[in-house]
């Protein structure tokens, strides 16, 4: 057993794909993240297909999609209660499993097979109503009073947990919530259970808001022209809202402002996990590891003048995957690979790579069978009136806006940015994945279909009876 890959897998909460500097831009400084990519996998085509915290985190520890785990949108209210999960899975292995930082599962404090989390989950509002005292929810507040004070609080910035405008990280960056992640990960590593193998989830809430990256990572950004937002012939439809405690400046320096900040902050993550991988070098854990790397969703940042979240676009859809494989695997590294990949592949692919068979009834799919490809990925995210259903094959993508029936469809080959929508020019295609998501949505309690028919305005709902269990 002791001969089993030892398991890293981080998660970062809001990371778009191209904010990645191997898949985005030469201005965008993540130089350790990017040698990973460079000596791991680095999956081009990976998409979060219910882009938003809660959903996507179901669909990570259970290899389920959204219609099987139950979460098609954000729902915080339902209890979890799934019967097989990733950490549940490892831990029944042998492995010492370990969580730090952010969970976003209900209760608090369920476990989901961890035998210990310590926990950081940011800002929420639900959670700080419901519970009188921050360590029946949260690990890190009640640590940084012990340094900050007892009245120290993580809204002290003055920044909205959703807004976008900036102020950077006011006190030492050894007790920003992503540098205390990184000291609590390590401390694991010098106290774990060394007779066995480690499953070490090591999750940042950064770079979501607030935006309050320290100001030396934000320094980084200062002489950086970004290129403006994407701008699209179709973007009129929808619209970003903000509110008084979490406003969108819209003025282009600020807007510019809160780019910067925001890759800054991804900025100070890279910078946290080389710290992370060189304790890992000094106990001698380097060699035998396997190294996941993935976002649970990304952030339009302002393309399409949209901000945040669950949204079918790539900018929020779209995440950054890299595997770095241990020895024997390493042949099959240094490379991109530019298949359809999802969250729910992660689970079967770690117990591929540790050799534990694949629990039954997983809806992902081990990447390293290098045979399997998806026809298509299916992606959806209740979200009001922008309620939305979406279906590409890496090349195509169409979009459905269940509440209104407005239709996108977007050639990804030809038009990576998303900026103009072709329904109407390529009706054919168009009809073509109409038909593919109405036998896709069929027999969805939902009622999104009727006689083999899309039907616009059936009221779409944050989790489906058997969310938090699994169908």
């Keep these: 057993m002791n001969n089993r890959p030892n398991v890293l897998l981080i998660v970062v909460d809001q990371m778009r794909r191209d904010a990645l500097g191997v898949n985005g831009s030469d201005d965008l400084h993540t130089p350790h993240l990017d040698q990973l990519a460079r000596e791991g996998i ?15 985190r179901a669909a990570l520890m259970t290899g389920l999609r959204p219609d099987r785990h139950g979460f098609t949108g954000y729902d915080s209210r339902v209890e979890w209660r799934y019967p097989t999960t990733l950490a549940g899975t490892l831990a029944a292995a042998g492995y010492h499993t370990q969580c730090v ?29 419901q519970y009188r005292d921050a360590i029946e929810y949260d690990d890190y507040l009640p640590d940084i009073r012990r340094h900050l004070g007892p009245d120290a ?19 030492d960056v050894r007790y920003h919530p992503t540098s205390w992640v990184t000291s609590r990960s390590i401390e694991f590593l010098k106290r774990r259970d060394p007779t ?7 999750s940042y809430h950064r770079p979501h808001t607030p935006l309050d990256p320290p100001p030396e990572f934000l320094r980084l950004y200062d002489a950086i022209e970004l290129p403006e937002p994407i701008e699209s012939d179709w973007s009129g439809f929808l619209s970003t809202a903000g509110n008084v405690e979490n406003p969108v400046p819209s003025q282009p320096p600020f807007r510019d402002r809160a780019r910067k900040a925001y890759h800054a902050s991804v900025s100070h993550i890279d910078y946290e996990l080389n710290r992370l991988f060189i304790a890992l070098g000094d106990l001698r854990l380097w060699d035998n590891l396997l190294i996941v790397f993935v976002s649970d ?13 669950a949204l079918p676009f790539e900018g929020c859809a779209g995440i950054p995957l890299l595997l770095r494989l ?8 240094g490379r991109t690979d530019g298949r359809l990949a999802e969250l729910c592949d992660i689970f079967p692919t770690i117990c591929e790579v540790c050799g534990i068979p694949v629990p039954a009834g997983l809806d992902g799919h081990s990447l390293l069978d290098e045979t399997f490809r998806r026809d298509s990925l299916h992606g959806e995210h209740c979200y009001g009136e922008w309620s939305n259903h979406w279906l590409t094959d890496g090349r195509e993508k169409y979009c459905w806006f269940s509440q209104s029936g407005r239709e996108l469809l977007f050639d990804l080959v030809g038009d990576p940015q998303e900026r103009h929508d072709l329904s109407a020019a390529r009706p054919e295609r168009t009809a073509f994945w109409r038909n593919r998501l109405v036998q896709e949505l069929a027999g969805r309690p939902e009622g999104y279909v009727e006689a083999g028919q899309l039907v616009n305005g059936r009221t779409p709902v944050p989790s489906l009876p058997w969310a938090g269990k699994g169908k």
């Design 101 to 129: 930082g952010k969970m976003h599962v209900e209760p608090a404090r369920n476990l989901l097979g961890f035998h210990h989390v310590v926990l950081h989950d940011g800002f929420l509002h639900d959670k700080r109503q």
């Design 153 to 171: 609080d993580i809204g002290d910035c003055g920044v909205g947990c959703n807004g976008y405008a900036v102020r950077p990280w006011p006190w």
């Design 42 to 56: 680095n999956f081009s085509r990976a998409y979060s297909a219910c882009p938003s915290c809660i959903a996507a």
């Design 297 to 309: 969703h990304g952030d339009l940042l302002y393309d399409h003048r949209l901000v945040r979240k």
């Design 196 to 202: 066995r193998p480690f499953f070490l989830k090591v």
């Design 326 to 333: 241990p020895p024997p695997l390493q042949d099959r590294s």
